[in-house]
């Protein structure tokens, strides 16, 4: 089994959905969680740092570094999300100040070192704007071959977007990152809102966690409280679409969905469509797939798959 256990980076900007991947790789036997990189999104990266901090603190795993990385965008201004996450990234949930301070090396550092390292090792799972990723490839053009594979939560492929009606919050945030990061040669799953937002956790999902009394599950539902209001409110959704999990959970179960190997590329140039995600489905550019696209999901699997081992980590830490 410890042979083939993946080795995995998260690149997150924490963020309920990223709190709760964080959770499931904990939760994960298949997976080793070996770092976390931050960059801003859902909040500014400082707050991102504490969040991942605390959460990992929550989860009795604090021997897992957390490196900050870029505050702002590559050319966009900096645009956070707390709507949808509240004013500190993790909705109503109240954590303790992070005992663990973060690591002294740069997330770009980290992502190059790491991946050159352990060659052929390291899967990375991207589930934050792709801006620490981009200039990593900028750095060291040759963390493409190294690295192992690329799970990115981002995109909105057929689906509407939910930052503009066109574009996902994810590459919206900083969409010549993303730009570079899908031309770059790195070998790509991408994860769009097209299969996550088939995957909905309800109240009644939270209510089972709660079963188990621990701070994890007080944790899930304190969170997800405030993004349930936020779906309900800004998009009619009754419970939350859990993005950034289902990213994670390709790394060991990636029957979860159905993939296409399609060119994929993102606007960096129309103020209207600005982040719009769009792929070739038939070959009108001529040109080779650059990734596999997420489509469709299995979604009571995956949350069943969520919830199981949230309870089982709930237990182990109660
Ligand atoms: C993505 O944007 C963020 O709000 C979530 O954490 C997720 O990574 C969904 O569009
Ligand atoms: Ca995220």
């Known amino acids: 089994m410890a042979g083939h256990v993946k080795h995995i980076i998260l690149d997150t900007d924490p963020g309920i959905d990223d709190a709760l991947a964080i959770l499931l790789a904990l939760a994960s036997p298949e997976v080793r969680l070996e770092a976390l990189t931050v960059t801003m999104g859902n909040c500014a990266t400082p707050q991102g740092v504490n969040n991942a901090l605390s959460v990992l603190e929550l989860a009795g795993a604090t021997h897992i570094p957390v490196a900050p990385g870029l505050d702002r965008p590559l050319i966009q201004p900096l645009l956070t999300a707390p709507e949808t996450h509240g004013s500190t990234g993790l ?4 954590l303790p100040p992070p005992r663990q301070p973060a690591a002294s090396q740069h997330a770009v ?14 899967t990375l799972v991207a589930v934050a704007p792709l801006t620490n ?20 939560m981002g995109g909105a492929i057929r689906h509407e977007g939910n930052t503009t009606p066109l574009a996902e919050f994810n590459v919206y945030v900083d969409p010549h990152a993303a730009h570079i990061v899908y031309h770059s040669g790195l070998p790509i799953t991408l994860v769009p809102l097209d299969v996550t937002y088939q995957c909905i956790l309800t109240q009644a999902d939270v209510d089972r966690l709660l079963a188990v009394d621990s ?6 539902a304190d969170s997800t409280r405030f993004y349930m209001e936020f779906h309900d409110e800004y ?9 950034d999990p289902l990213a994670l959970a390709l790394t060991f179960a990636p029957d979860l969905v159905e993939t296409r190997p399609l060119h994929v590329t993102v606007d960096i140039h129309s103020p209207l469509s600005l982040g719009k995600t769009m792929a070739d489905f038939y070959g009108m550019w001529a040109k080779p797939p650059n990734m596999q696209v997420a489509l469709n999901a299995q979604p009571r699997r995956f949350i069943e798959l969520f919830l199981e081992r949230i309870e089982n980590l709930a237990r182990r830490q109660s």
């Open 215 to 220: 701070p994890i599950t007080r944790f899930v």
């Open 109 to 122: 550092d980290l992502l190059i070192e790491r991946i050159m390292a352990a060659r052929g090792e390291i």
């Open 133 to 152: 990723l981009a200039l990593a490839l900028r750095r060291e053009p040759a963390i493409v071959e190294a690295v192992r594979e690329v799970i990115i």
């Open 91 to 94: 909705g109503y949930a109240r």
């Open 235 to 243: 998009q009619g959704i009754q419970g939350c679409v859990i993005n």
